[in-house]
Nanobody, 128 residues
Framework: QVELVESGGGLVQAGGSLRLSCVAS????????MGWFRRAPGKEREFVAG????????DYADSVEGRYIVSRDKSRNTVYLQMNSLKPEDTAVYYC?????????????????????WGQGTQVTVSS
């Protein structure tokens, strides 16, 4: 059974920072890329950032480029999302996701439809 568990969300003032974590368990994730998505109230889920298995390549949505940093610790089966200079429009539920389709491919999918495993999400609220 695959399980992804996010943590680190909370309430922060605009301009502040948060670090989200996503711990994977129950399956071998060797070679899998990992993605972060978010869903704001009344909006569709959107791609935020992704990282390959090696961590050597990352991808970001234009809206977070330069403010967010995605990384992973393979030894801990954990992916991180460092979020800096947060804005009220970053308020959303943040999800991590993965799929075996990316195994050792170096690919990072930006479409949520291409991911098979999802965490339960963690709420991030940025006040103005």
């Amino acid at each position: 059974q695959v399980e992804l568990v996010e943590s680190g969300g909370g309430l922060v003032q605009a301009g502040g920072s948060l670090r989200l974590s996503c711990v994977a368990s129950g399956h071998t994730f060797a070679g899998f890329s990992m993605g972060w998505f978010r869903r704001a109230p009344g909006k569709e889920r959107e791609f935020v950032a992704g990282v390959t298995w090696t961590g050597g390549r990352t991808d970001y949505a234009d809206s977070v480029e330069g403010r967010y940093i995605v990384s992973r610790d393979k030894s801990r089966n954990t992916v991180y999302l460092q979020m800096n200079s947060l804005k009220p429009e970053d308020t959303a539920v943040y999800y991590c996701a993965t799929t075996p389709r990316t195994m050792f491919t170096g690919l990072i999918y930006t479409s949520s439809a291409q991911y098979d495993y999802w965490g339960q999400g963690t709420q991030v609220t940025v006040s103005s």
